[in-house]
Antibody
Framework: QVQLVQSGAEVRKPGASMKVSCKASGYTFTDYYIHWVRQAPGQGLEWMGWINPNSGGTNYAQKFQGWVTMTRDTSISTAYLELSRLRSGDTAVYYC???????????WGQGTLVTVSS | EIVMTQSPATLSVSPGERATLSCRASQSVSSNLAWYQQKPGQAPRLLISGASTRATGIPARFSGSGSGTEFTLTISSLQSEDFAVYYCQQYNNWPSITFGQGTRLEIK
């Protein structure tokens, strides 16, 4: 069965960077895009962008351009999200999600809580 | 960017009754709309794609309708497990997508 397993919770200081991983299993990793979505405490879902695991091509939401990086390692079927220059407002649960051919998400990771605090 | 607006923000309904949730797009998204359910501490779960196609394993009491800019999610007879937050999401504006702000469905 399809599974996306994310890395554990992180605590970072303002100005630092974070890196979250998302390990895929149960399907061919390079066949489907991986998206990243975040959710601040008590807030809604915010789409951050996607990576094409086959080519490594990316597309980032305009808000995150310049400070987000999405990468992948096809040898271990894992996608990564890096966010730099963290601020308290970046405290959120970060989810990876796999699209279903079209850009809706039928599989999600369990989420990774990133807390930015001094 | 296409803005998705959900209404109401909170909906109070009694178990067994019907719930109707709305989602409006700032411009046409054709039928490229999905609905998700999210419970506290859990990842969202896909309910509907293509505006009206139920995802695998989703009960028939969930139905979606609409096209263009106006969409509706209907839950025909609310069960206790249906009380959650619901989000719509457009995927017409490739390569970008947007979510609505969510509707909280609570027990009346």
């Amino acid at each position: 069965q399809v599974q996306l397993v994310q890395s554990g919770a992180e605590v970072r200081k303002p100005g630092a960077s974070m890196k979250v991983s998302c390990k895929a299993s149960g399907y061919t990793f390079t066949d489907y895009y991986i998206h990243w979505v975040r959710q601040a405490p008590g807030q809604g879902l915010e789409w951050m962008g996607w990576i094409n695991p086959n080519s490594g091509g990316t597309n980032y939401a305009q808000k995150f351009q310049g400070w987000v990086t999405m990468t992948r390692d096809t040898s271990i079927s894992t996608a990564y999200l890096e966010l730099s220059r963290l601020r308290s407002g970046d405290t959120a649960v970060y989810y990876c999600a796999r699209d279903g051919g079209a850009t809706y998400f039928n599989y999600w990771g369990q989420g990774t809580l990133v807390t930015v605090s001094s | 960017e296409i803005v998705m607006t959900q209404s109401p923000a909170t909906l109070s309904v009694s178990p067994g009754e019907r719930a109707t949730l709305s989602c409006r797009a700032s411009q046409s998204v054709s039928s490229n709309l999905a609905w998700y359910q999210q419970k506290p501490g859990q990842a969202p779960r896909l309910l509907i794609s293509g505006a009206s196609t139920r995802a695998t394993g989703i009960p028939a009491r969930f139905s979606g309708s609409g096209s263009g800019t106006e969409f509706t999610l209907t839950i025909s007879s609310l069960q206790s497990e249906d009380f959650a937050v619901y989000y719509c999401q457009q995927y017409n504006n490739w390569p970008s997508i947007t979510f609505g702000q969510g509707t909280r469905l609570e027990i009346k």
